[in-house]
Each structure stands twice: as C-alpha cells, then as structure tokens.
C-alpha cells in the first residue's frame, strides 16, 4: 500500500563480531521474492563507515546517518542481496501507486563465535526433543514475534496467544 514502509533503520547485530579478514561472525541474506525498486520499498543499505561511530541503535539516528551514503538495492524476484551484521540497512517507502508491495524472505547464518543466539538455540533443542519438530517450530515463531515486537508492537490479543503457545 502506497506510503507504508519496511522497518526502520536498524542493525541485525549491534556490535558484531569480525574474523581477521574482516568477514562479519553474522550475515543476512535478504531475497525478494517480487521484484522491488525504489518505489516498491526495496532495501536500502549503509556503508559501516556512515554509522560506524553510533553507539546506540536508535533507529532516527542511524537513518540520519546513513541518509547521505545509503545504497538502494534493487533486486529481481529471486535476486539476493547480504550484509554484515552490523551494516545499517532499512526498507525503504512504498511510493508507487497501483503496484503491490514487494515481498521478501531473509535469512540468517552465523559463527559460533555469536552467543548473543544461543539461548534460543538450546531452547529450540529442548522443545524439539520433549514436544517434537512442528512445536518446537511454532514456539521459535513465538519466540520471534516476540523478539520483534519492540519494533512493531503486538495486538494484546496476540501477546496473549504467543504467551500460551510458548507454556
């Protein structure tokens, strides 16, 4: 819909960690599964230089920031496009009358040397092995939608669901 927008300027992992080479200890990749332009809500990302000396994730000051040096990225239905962990990157507003929303699935891949997951990593470990695959599943969704309803807050209804399907 016309005006709506991505999430707000943000990084996946405040602070994270690299390897020797540079190479991010965590990674998106974002893919669209429409095709998406600057009009249709597509990424935007930021060089780390342009928000580098930002200490807080605050989401109008890394947008501030990143303003002047953001990349829109463009993508194909089917394109990729990855970052770092600590790259500020955002979706941009929908602007283009008549044209749908683009859609998109991102991705995550980490080191072990990321711990700040681990915690529900091993809670996902004991729902698979005392509740079975699908539970175990469906409580990592909760645990998601909760994790993001700082961004976006959640209906109470919703709140509520979540509480009771995690048990």
Avoid: N
């Avoid at 995550?108 to 092995?129: E, K």
């Avoid at 969704?141 to 309803?149: E, I, K």
Wanted: aromatic share 6%.
């Amino acid at each position: 819909e016309p005006g709506c927008r991505g999430w707000a300027a943000h990084r996946d992992r405040d602070g994270c960690p690299t390897a020797g080479d540079g190479a991010p200890h965590y990674a998106t990749c974002w893919v669209a599964l429409t095709d998406c332009d600057a009009a249709t809500a597509c990424m935007r990302v930021a060089p780390l230089a342009a928000t580098r000396g930002l200490i807080r994730d605050d989401p109008r000051a890394l947008a501030d920031a990143a303003a002047d040096d953001a990349t829109t990225m463009p993508r194909r239905r089917g394109e990729a496009v990855a970052w770092g962990g600590d790259t500020v990157h955002w979706g941009g507003a929908h602007d283009a009358i008549g044209e749908p929303a683009r859609i998109a699935l991102a991705f995550a891949a980490s080191t072990p040397r990321m711990t700040d997951d681990l915690d529900r990593v091993r809670a996902f470990g004991a729902w698979r092995r005392d509740e079975g695959l699908f539970e175990a599943r469906l409580k990592l969704v909760c645990l998601q939608l909760h994790f993001y309803a700082d961004a976006e807050p959640l209906h109470d209804r919703v709140v509520g669901l979540l509480d009771e399907l995690e048990g």
